[in-house]
T-cell receptor
């Protein structure tokens, strides 16, 4: 069963704008991961944030985690057309990983 | 670089056929996973394996079986394919043990059962 739920389901922005996607979950976690999927391909791992961390950065990506609210957000700054993809959060509780249904991001050139 | 390969990108089978989907990883990972992905439902875990010859049911194992005879290879078997098994199938692998590890995914197999 799904654990994480992404919001919004779809997001369309112009190149250069920032994109923010949210993930909410229901039970305790050890860590939360974000993945990206280009159309018709496999998922690619972006970033992992542990339950004792509040924020993590990787290039243009910024992930926050609020365990009290059971939520996480993924921010992509200065978006590019190549960022067009689906983004999934995955909650991990002792290697029991659950994926959400994803946010479909479209970045218009 | 970790590489996870799947035997086919696209597959068309008839109802009632036995279908084999193969997955191979080259990083000596202990854990391997099979998911199916359907629009609006995200990824759902079918089976996973944390060691050779070991398997555990995921959330939707009905109609599927798996085989892991070698560490690098994890096979998904549809014993008698049905139209409701038309889907994208994704294989993944990761390091074992606790601590939380990223999963490495194959490119996926889009299976159509007619």
């Amino acid at each position: 069963s799904q654990q994480g739920e992404e919001d919004p389901q779809a997001l369309s922005i112009q190149e250069g704008e920032n994109a923010t996607m949210n993930c909410s979950y229901k039970t305790s976690i050890n860590n939360l991961q974000w993945y990206r999927q280009n159309s018709g391909r496999g998922l690619v791992h972006l970033i992992l944030i542990r339950s004792n961390e509040r924020e993590k950065h990787s290039g243009r990506l910024r992930v926050t985690l609020d365990t009290s609210k059971k939520s996480s957000s993924l921010l992509i700054t200065a978006s590019r057309a190549a960022d067009t993809a689906s983004y999934f959060c995955a909650t991990d509780d002792n290697n029991d990983m659950r994926f959400g249904a994803g946010t479909r991001l479209t970045v218009k050139p | 670089d970790v590489k996870v390969t799947q035997s086919s990108r696209y597959l068309v089978k008839r109802t009632g056929e036995k279908v084999f989907l193969e997955c191979v990883q080259d990083m000596d990972h202990e854990n391997m996973f099979w998911y199916r992905q359907d629009p609006g439902l995200g990824l759902r875990l079918i089976y996973f394996s944390y060691d050779v010859k070991m398997k555990e049911k995921g959330d939707i194992p009905e109609g599927y079986s798996v085989s892991r005879e070698k560490k690098e290879r994890f096979s998904l078997i549809l014993e008698s394919a049905s139209t409701n098994q038309t889907s994208m199938y994704l294989c993944a692998s990761s390091w074992g043990g606790t601590g939380g590890y990223e999963q490495y995914f194959g490119p996926g197999t889009r299976l159509t059962v007619t």
